[in-house]
């Protein structure tokens, strides 16, 4: 895995967290904000968007990936997240399994990074594979 910039790093922390203001969610009040860079450096953004029925709601992470693959691109670096109540950085966020699993269909899991941050700027960068070690495959 080649580490990223650390300016790299808070530009997609700060994307992310702008995405945060944009989410809908009205149900758990849980605000989460996603940053995707492409290999060739352009970068997707995406919030979570909640549903009264639940299971059509959309998680920040794949509305990211989804709006990146409508526009063609399908080479993936990093992946940041962050999430909190009140549309605020609060702990570290994870993306959920089927994120995960998403993200296995684009990514390679000892190149690609998922990074999250909390409230208190502690960062954590993981690799695809340390996040989903057995993934579905063709």
């Known amino acids: 895995m080649t580490e990223l910039p650390a300016g790299i790093i808070d530009t997609l922390i700060t994307k992310a967290h702008e995405m945060q203001q ?26 979570n968007i909640e549903n009264a029925a639940y299971s059509p709601s959309n998680c920040a992470e794949r509305t990211a990936f989804f709006k990146a693959v409508s526009e063609g691109e399908r080479s993936f670096r990093a992946l940041a997240v962050v999430g909190g109540k009140n549309r605020e950085i609060g702990e570290l966020c994870f993306p959920c399994g089927v994120c995960r699993q998403v993200m296995s269909e684009f990514c390679s899991p000892d190149e690609f990074q998922v990074i999250t941050r909390d409230s208190t700027g502690t960062t954590v960068i993981r690799t695809l594979r340390q996040l989903l070690p057995d993934s579905f495959e063709l």
């Open 22 to 47: 944009s989410s809908y969610c009205p149900y758990s009040g849980f605000a989460v904000g996603a940053a995707l860079l492409t290999k060739e450096g352009r970068i997707y953004t995406g919030c």
